[in-house]
């Protein structure tokens, strides 16, 4: 071992001692442009839609279809629809997707997936008249309807996310001493987390289109707009149901969006 090197005075020099890298700032989940371009775009949207709407002449049939806040009470039930039915699909489609990948109930997922399956492939417009007919009119066929067409992506992608898991993280984790369930919700669920938000979204935006058909089963919703638009030959009462709806779903999209960024695990994230 050479010795250490003497200064012109007779001193050791002292060697610097290696510092530790600095940590990489993290880059923020969401950046402006994600949170700005589409509310603008939308406000942009709506006011054309209320300048239009400002100076059109409207015949007494329109005036009549959308003044006594009728506009203001089909948005708000479109929004209760929405809300509602992707409250009952995520109740119902995450947990049977994580019982249907626990090995005692995994042979039962060929069925599940093929009762999805035709709720989803069955037209919405057809389920719903079958629902009338069973129930009665009313938003409760409705609702059941539109819960029946969004299970399919909730659920197909809860089962995706859970049996993608690397199965040495499973085994690691029971290695150390956690219980069936502590693996379940501290290592599969988190890691599953991107492709089940993934499917989420999905539902939301499709629950969004479905509940235009409400109005058929006497759920009210943007429908109404739509359909009285279309049967009274009123071009802006169909224009203002259809933007509404439109426009809906692009914020319902967005804020899906945003969540699926803020509730993605950190660990998860390239570079992290």
Known sequence: MSAPELLPDGTDEEQPEPSAPAPAPRRPRIGWRKLTFLPAALVLLLLATW????????????????????????????????????????????????????????????????????????????????????????????????????????LSNTIAGLDANDPTLLEAARGIGMSPLGVLLRVELPLAVPLILAGVRTALVLNVGTATLATFGGGGGLGVLITTGITTQRMPVLVLGSILTVALALLVDWLASLAELLLRPRGLEAGS
Do not use: C
């Open 51 to 154: 300048l239009w709407f400002d100076q059109a002449d409207l015949d007494p049939i329109s005036e009549n279809a959308l003044s006594n806040g009728q506009v203001t009470k089909a948005l708000w039930q479109h929004v209760q629809l929405t809300v509602i039915s992707t409250f009952f699909v995520l109740i119902i489609a995450i947990p049977l997707g994580i019982l249907l990948t626990r090995p005692t109930f995994r042979k039962a997922t060929p069925v599940a997936m093929a009762l999805a399956n035709i709720g989803q492939a069955t037209p919405a417009i057809g389920l719903l008249a079958l629902l009338v007919i069973w129930l009665g009119i009313g938003r409760r066929a409705a609702l059941i309807g539109i819960i029946a067409y969004a299970v399919l992506p909730v």
